[in-house]
Nanobody, 118 residues
Framework: VQLQASGGGLVQAGGSLRLSCAASGRTFSSYSMGWFRQPPGKEREFVASISWNGGIYYADSVKGRFTISRDNAKNTIYLQMNNLKPEDTAVYYC?????????????WGQGTLVTVSS
């Protein structure tokens, strides 16, 4: 599986962005997908996930502001980010794993940079 993330950019605080992650392969609907981010100088952290059967989870820091979704017909997941804050500045990565994500993710995209100015 190859993943291609896009949609990052520079936005003012309070603004919105939508990230996309396109996946290769013909069994996309069987994959659990996730978004992670790595702020400057910090460790990578979990943002949101959507499982193969539709289960959705968010990090507390983004609940109520970010929405993860998937379009299996397009082999794509999305991360709608609203009310962005400067602390959301990070490189955002999408990840995939076949079936459940309990054991972690096996495939990672190249990352897309989101910069939120104050």
């Amino acid at each position: 599986v190859q993943l291609q993330a896009s949609g990052g950019g520079l936005v003012q605080a309070g603004g919105s962005l939508r990230l996309s992650c396109a996946a290769s392969g013909r069994t996309f609907s069987s994959y659990s997908m996730g978004w992670f981010r790595q702020p400057p100088g910090k460790e990578r952290e979990f943002v949101a996930s959507i499982s193969w059967n539709g289960g959705i989870y968010y990090a507390d820091s983004v609940k109520g502001r970010f929405t993860i979704s998937r379009d299996n017909a397009k082999n794509t997941i999305y991360l709608q980010m609203n009310n962005l804050k400067p602390e959301d500045t990070a490189v955002y990565y999408c990840a995939a794993t076949y079936g459940s994500s309990r054991q972690g993710y096996d495939y990672w995209g190249q990352g897309t940079l989101v910069t939120v100015s104050s």
